[in-house]
């Protein structure tokens, strides 16, 4: 056994974690400060900002729940929802699942939209459910499935959910940082994302917002929010205000680590980096179809960031997927759910799309198709 773990250098097209910039993984062997240094809390304020800058929000209650996007997905629904509330929830993949699952574990009645794994929800299919359950507490979707690569509009639906006097709750993990994504523009009241996948941060941080209605919403809740760890009337307390009280101790390493993420988006400009996603998907896409790649997602809502794909005929995925891997150092993910073994899931995430990832890859499968 070595004492010491020296991962290989792998090139991170899958799903997420992507490939972090230099800098970011710099930041993470600065030294240690406490977590209540006011060099810290200094830290912690300027990374609100930024995400609050990214997000193209005001919203206060804006900052970083210390675990990864799952975690956000339970804040979000374990503060906004408690026994007795109905919700409906968007299912076409398998976040949308996992949002049911947790909202009927905090006692709410789930109203299911299901879709086809691929499709998108339409704003048709809301109104119908709107006259099943005229007013729910929350409506929730996933802008960026990432199971399937579908971009789900958000606009008209958000108007719907607002019309019913309902909160809007947005899944924005593979969104942020990827695609264009106005918060408060587009009536979002409850946002969760993830450190890991356009950040191009380290995994195991979930970036969070909440609007001045989903706040007022937490304040009227008539019982305690069954997960301490997730309360954010307590951790509010943590993130928010000139008095910082203890609640758990931030993993200081990684808010630098996301702190440098941010500066790079930052420096970039979010919308430079939403053309740059958009523009390195076309050139995958040119080349994967020349290879016999076949898309899985239609054309008007196929997300740039995720490009999910049928191998051409008579292709074993496990194998050639072993093969990138092990020959090629390059990982892409495989499908899930009613996909597993039927499709690729290729990242173009954060630092991970650049041409000269598309040419690696591309290079890769060309020497390695029959
Ligand atoms: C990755 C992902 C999550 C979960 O994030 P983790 O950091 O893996 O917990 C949630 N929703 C979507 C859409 C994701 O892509």
């Not at 909440?210 to 301490?228: C, D, G, H, I, M």
């Not at 740059?276 to 994967?288: D, F, I, M, S, T």
């Not at 892409?332 to 690696?360: D, Q, Y």
Request: aromatic share 6%; charged share 20%; with cysteine.
């Amino acid at each position: 056994m070595s004492t010491t773990f020296n991962p290989p250098t792998r090139v991170l097209m899958g799903p997420g974690p992507s490939d972090a910039h230099p800098r970011v993984l710099q930041a993470m062997a600065r030294p240690l400060i406490g977590h209540l240094d006011p060099e810290f809390i200094r830290l912690m304020d300027e990374v609100k900002q930024m995400i609050q800058d990214t997000l193209y929000t005001s919203n206060h209650l804006t900052f970083v729940v210390s675990a990864p996007g799952s975690a956000g997905m339970e804040t979000c629904l374990v503060n906004l929802l408690e026994p007795g509330d109905e919700c409906i929830i968007c299912i076409n993949g398998v976040f949308g699942t996992r949002m049911a699952d947790i909202a009927s574990r905090c006692g709410a009645t789930v109203h299911k939209i299901e879709t086809e794994w691929g499709k998108i929800t339409e704003p048709d299919q809301v109104r119908a459910a709107l006259k099943v359950c005229p007013k729910p507490k929350l409506l929730a979707l996933v802008h960026a499935e990432t199971s399937t690569g579908a971009l789900q509009p958000i606009r008209e639906i958000s108007d719907l959910v607002h019309e019913a006097g309902s909160l809007l709750v947005v899944d924005a993990v593979t969104s942020y940082g990827g695609v264009r994504l106005h918060m408060d523009e587009w009536g979002i009241d409850a946002l969760y994302s993830g450190s890991q996948k356009c950040l191009s941060a380290p995994p195991g941080l979930s970036p969070v917002s909440f609007s001045p209605a989903a706040v007022k919403a937490l304040e009227n809740r008539k019982t305690k929010v069954q997960s301490w760890f997730l309360d954010l009337t307590m951790v509010k307390n943590y993130w928010e205000g000139s008095r910082r009280a203890y609640h758990h101790t931030a993993p200081v390493s990684a808010i630098y680590a996301l702190h440098e993420a941010l500066a790079l988006v930052i420096e970039e400009g979010i919308e430079h980096r939403w053309d740059r996603h958009h523009e390195v998907h076309l050139l995958l896409k040119g080349q994967l179809e020349s290879l016999g790649f076949r898309y899985l997602v239609e054309e008007d809502y196929r997300l740039p960031n995720l490009n999910s794909v049928f191998l051409p005929e008579g292709v074993d995925e496990a194998v050639l997927r072993q093969r990138l891997l092990h020959e090629y150092n390059i990982e892409v993910g495989g499908g899930l759910g009613a996909f597993a073994g039927k499709i690729w899931r290729i990242g173009l995430m954060g630092e991970s799309c650049t041409p000269n990832h598309v040419h690696m890859l591309t290079g890769a499968l060309r020497a390695l198709l029959p």
